[in-house]
């Protein structure tokens, strides 16, 4: 069975610093790896995946993510972090060739003006 | 539409009420998924559809719960007797066919027990 771990449950950071928010997984198979963002009272939002080919991945609002298979971790990260970037991150992992996603607990990205 | 899109956007229902939750998936997704997100956690996968056919359901929590997509398109997530523990946002996400795709989450539709 695959799982996700994103082992802080909540990340400070200062404007401006550069922020990473870590997700590890498990899975049998090659990963499909996605992060999504949760705003209050809100759907989540697709920023990024790891389907195949480069191991940094870029998406939406200047995100991107590393896939390092020997650590088996995808762990999101911006060089310059925005107060608006405020909100709860998901990471997810899907077995190549499976349907069923499965979500990590969250992690709760706080941007300190 | 442009999105998925989910209804009611907010429930309360009375113990032992039956309810319905609308999903209706981005035109041209044959892949639906329905998840069950408590409050302060990830999203739990409770069942999948492609087209019409609903190939994994294995994480409906009871038999309470009912799932279909009888059309391919519209579907609907329902809950029989509902109890205080099904308080939650239900998600619906649509995808094309394929697991490397993107899925789409709608907003999801928050429903209270009381």
């Known amino acids: 069975a695959q799982s996700v771990a994103q082992p802080e449950d909540q990340v400070n950071v200062a404007e401006g610093n550069p922020l990473t928010v870590k997700c590890t997984y498990s899975?049998?198979?090659?990963?499909?790896l996605f992060w999504y963002v949760q705003y209050p009272n809100r759907g989540l939002q697709f920023l990024l995946k790891?389907?195949?080919?480069?191991?940094l991945v870029k998406g939406s609002y200047g995100f991107e993510a590393e896939f390092n298979k020997s650590q088996t971790s995808f762990h999101l990260k911006k060089p310059s972090a925005l107060v608006s970037d405020s909100a709860l991150y998901f990471c997810a992992v899907r077995p190549g060739g499976y349907q069923k996603v499965t979500f990590g607990t969250g992690t709760k990205l706080q941007v300190i003006p | 539409g442009a999105g998925v899109s989910q209804s009611p956007r907010y429930k309360v229902a009375k113990r032992g009420q039956d309810v319905a939750l609308r999903c209706d998936p981005i035109?041209?997704?044959?892949?639906l998924f329905w998840y069950q997100q408590a409050l302060g956690q990830g999203p739990e996968f409770l069942t999948y559809?492609?087209?019409?056919?609903?190939?994994?359901k294995s994480g409906l929590p009871s038999d309470r719960f009912f799932a279909e997509r009888p059309e391919g398109s519209v579907s609907t997530l329902k809950i029989q007797r509902t109890q205080q523990e099904d308080s939650a946002v239900y998600l619906c996400a649509s995808s094309l066919r394929g697991t490397g795709n993107t899925i789409y989450f709608g907003e999801g539709s928050w429903l209270t027990v009381v």
């Open positions: 790891y389907i195949t080919g480069d191991n």
């Open positions: 035109s041209g997704h044959v892949s």
């Open positions: 559809f492609q087209n019409e056919a609903q190939l994994d």
């Open positions: 899975v049998s198979g090659n990963p499909y």
